[in-house]
Each structure stands twice: as structure tokens, then as C-alpha cells.
């Protein structure tokens, strides 16, 4: 049960808002597919295998991220006991279980159409490089964007085998959403991230923080309106997009980015920001 136990800690599965913010743009992205392709069997099916695969990348990146940083989280308190810089489970053992967990994924990802294969393994690019980002970059929330919504574009070919303006224009909507919910995340770790050298947008607009994260957020509610401007109305899909945004913005309005519990109790309100949109989307 110990190693059970370091197993769940290693790969967050105790913290589940990490693998449902991977999840959710997936779910969105099926729910508008289905909106043309209308297969119901499909879509429930899909959306299984989009959760399991959500739950096995997320929890491969994170180990992956932890092996990256080990040296760094011995460095802030607030990552400092996690298994790998806490001693509690080596590199090696930790990199079989990353091993092992993507190939479990691509065992899923097999399972769909050959473009949305290609995206998938075009994907892990992009999930093992963003552990570097904040070395380098004071955007590593924004390559998160372009990597944690890259299943939205995923799942819309998987329904309808194309890749589509429409889905893109989500894709960048959910993109700038990640921005600004990661930055809200990252101020948690300012103090420790900037005596250590590393970069976010929580640090670089920490003089103007909640503009920077509302103006992200403005921008993901434009293009969701933009994007579906002649479904607007009277009805239940408005008023779910409607609250969606609502979450949003009260969000912006409740954080405080000198708390630490308030920023992880905010930035895990996003989980009902997702569950909002699919609804508002399955309502089409």
C-alpha cells in the first residue's frame, strides 16, 4: 500500500483538477463535433476514452515534470515533499512509470482515425517540452495553453476526421482560458520561483495581475460569443455559456494573488467553468 500510495502522490491522481482541466477542452471539443456528426454511441464511447487518456497523459506528464524539476522543488516549499525531491522514489523507477503510462495512452490513441493519431503523437512534443519553458520563457503558462487544449482539436477530427475553423477558433478561446486560470496558479509560487530564477506571466504582470488574467479571460468569452453568435438567444445554451463566463470573471474578482489559498481555491474552480461549457455546448 506504501507504493501504492507514493504511485498516487507521484502522479497526482489525489488531485484530480489536473487531469479534468486536460479533460474538459476534450469534452468540448467532442460535444461540438457531435453537433455535426450525430452519433451518439460515438460520442459517449469517445468521451470515455478521452477521460482515460486525459487521466494517463496527465499523470505521465506530471511525473515527467517532477523528474525535470527535482533539483528546483527541493527548492520551494510547497513542492519540496513530493516523492522524487523528497527521496521517496527514485529517477529511474519514476521514469518506468512514465513509460508505462504512455503506452497505455497510445493504446487508446489507436483506437481513432489516423489524423487524430498524427495529433496525438505530434502532441508529446509538445507535453515534454513544457517542463523546460519556464527556464527560458516568462510564458510557460501560454505553452501550457497550446499543449492542455491540444485534445480539443483532438477530438473534434476524432468525430469528423477534419480540422476546421470553428475548432480552432475554440482551440485559441480554451488557449487564452489556460492563460489566464495558470497564471492565477502560478502566483502561488512567486516568492520561491523568482529566487530560484524561474518565469511565469504570474510573475511578469504581477504589478497588474488580475487585469493581465482578466483580459485573458475577455478573450476567451469574444471568440466563444464570436464563434457562436447566431446560436445566441433565449435558451439554455446561452445561459450556460453565460454562467461559464460569470465563473470566469468572479474568478478575477475573489483572488487574491498574496494567498496562497486563495489562488489554488480559485484556480480550482475552473473545474466548474469546464463542466459549464460542455454543458452549454450539449445544448446546441
Same mark, same amino acid.
Given at each position: 500500500m506504501?507504493?501504492v500510495?507514493i504511485f498516487?502522490d ?5 488531485k484530480?483538477i489536473?487531469f479534468?482541466l ?6 468540448w471539443?467532442? +460535444?461540438?463535433?457531435?453537433k ?11 468521451l470515455?476514452?478521452f477521460?482515460?487518456?486525459?487521466v494517463?497523459?496527465?499523470?505521465a506528464g506530471?511525473i *515527467?515534470n517532477?523528474i525535470?524539476d527535482?533539483n528546483?522543488d527541493? &527548492?520551494v516549499?510547497?513542492?519540496?515533499e513530493?516523492?522524487?525531491? +523528497?527521496?521517496?522514489?527514485? #529517477?529511474?523507477k519514476s521514469l518506468?512509470?512514465?513509460s508505462?503510462?504512455c503506452?497505455? @495512452? *497510445? ?5 481513432f482515425?489516423f /489524423?487524430t ?8 512534443i509538445?507535453?515534454f ?9 516568462? $510564458?510557460p503558462q ?10 480539443? #482539436?483532438? @477530438?473534434?477530427?476524432?468525430?469528423n476526421?477534419?480540422? +476546421?475553423?470553428?475548432i480552432i477558433l475554440l482551440?485559441?478561446s480554451?488557449?487564452? $482560458?489556460? /492563460?489566464g486560470?495558470d497564471?492565477?496558479?502560478?502566483a502561488?509560487d512567486m516568492v ?6 524561474l ?13 493581465f #488574467?482578466f483580459?485573458?479571460?475577455l478573450?476567451?468569452s469574444?471568440i466563444l460569443?464570436?464563434?457562436f453568435h447566431?446560436?445566441?438567444g ?8 453565460? *454562467?461559464?463566463?460569470?465563473?470566469l470573471?468572479?474568478? #478575477?474578482y475573489?483572488f487574491?494573488?498574496?494567498e496562497? &489559498?486563495s489562488c489554488?481555491k480559485y484556480f ?8 459549464? /461549457? *460542455?454543458t +452549454?455546448l450539449?445544448t446546441?
Open positions: 506504501y507504493h500510495k498516487i507521484l502522479a497526482r491522481l489525489n484530480p489536473g479534468m486536460l479533460f474538459w477542452p476534450c469534452s471539443g467532442l +460535444s461540438y463535433g457531435y455535426i456528426n450525430n452519433d451518439y454511441s460515438l460520442f459517449i464511447h469517445y470515455f476514452l477521460f482515460l487518456g486525459s494517463l497523459m496527465r499523470s506530471c *515527467f517532477d525535470v527535482r528546483i527541493k &527548492k516549499k510547497r513542492t519540496r513530493r516523492p522524487i525531491p +523528497s527521496g521517496k522514489i527514485t #529517477v529511474n518506468f512509470y512514465v508505462a503510462l503506452v497505455l @495512452a *497510445f493504446f487508446i490513441l489507436i483506437q482515425n /489524423l493519431i498524427a495529433l496525438g503523437l505530434g502532441s508529446m509538445l507535453a517540452s513544457y517542463p523546460f519553458m519556464k527556464r527560458f520563457t516568462y $510564458w501560454l505553452f501550457l495553453g497550446l499543449t492542455f487544449n491540444w485534445g480539443l #482539436v483532438m @477530438a473534434w477530427t476524432a468525430m476526421n477534419n480540422v +476546421s475553423q470553428e482551440y485559441i480554451a488557449i487564452f $482560458w489556460t /492563460l486560470y497564471t492565477i496558479y502560478g502561488q520561491d520561483d523568482e529566487i530560484i530564477g518565469k511565469s506571466t504570474a510573475i511578469k504582470f504581477k504589478k497588474n495581475m488580475k487585469l #488574467v483580459t485573458s479571460y478573450i476567451t469574444l460569443f464570436y464563434l447566431k446560436e445566441l433565449v435558451n439554455l445554451f446561452t445561459i450556460f455559456l453565460i *454562467f461559464f463566463i460569470i465563473s470573471f468572479f474568478q #478575477v475573489k487574491n494573488q498574496k496562497t &489559498k489554488l480550482r474552480m475552473n473545474n466548474l467553468s469546464g463542466l459549464l /461549457l *460542455f +452549454s450539449n446546441l
